[in-house]
């Protein structure tokens, strides 16, 4: 069974900050570039942040670009966003995605491409 977990969400409030982790399960992140997805309420599904594991190249929505920062922890099969400096209109649920596409770029720019979706982790941006 081939699965990404999403963890790390929660009730922050503005100006706080999360940190999301996708952990690859029943196989490895060495050869994918990994992305954050989110969900946000009125809007279509959007790519937030993206990587290549083996290439170390990224990605970021300009919405978020300043404020997070995706990394990977080879040792654990992890990939983090770090989420600083949030704000209202970041509440959504968050995805992870891995694929065989290196051009991070592309990858988060083209949500539609993927037509199956995890449990995911929800974040709300809340006073």
């Known amino acids: 069974q081939l699965r990404l977990v999403e963890s790390g969400g929660g009730l922050v409030q503005p100006g706080g900050s999360l940190r999301l982790s996708c952990t690859a399960s029943?196989?490895?992140?060495?050869?994918?570039?990994i992305g954050w997805f989110r969900q946000v309420p009125g809007k279509e599904r959007e790519g937030v942040s993206c990587?290549?594991?083996?290439?170390?190249?990224?990605y970021y929505a300009d919405s978020v670009k300043g404020r997070f920062t995706i990394s990977k922890d080879s040792a654990k099969d992890t990939v983090y966003l770090q989420m600083d400096d949030l704000r209202p209109e970041d509440t959504g649920d968050y995805y992870c995605?891995?694929?065989?596409?290196?051009?991070?770029?592309?990858?988060?720019?083209?949500?539609?491409?993927?037509?199956?979706w995890g449990q995911g982790t929800q974040v709300t941006v809340s006073s």
């Open positions: 990587i290549s594991w083996r290439l170390g190249t990224t």
């Open positions: 995605q891995a694929d065989g596409v290196t051009a991070v770029q592309t990858m988060c720019e083209m949500p539609g491409a993927f037509d199956s």
């Open positions: 029943g196989f490895t992140f060495d050869w994918y570039a």
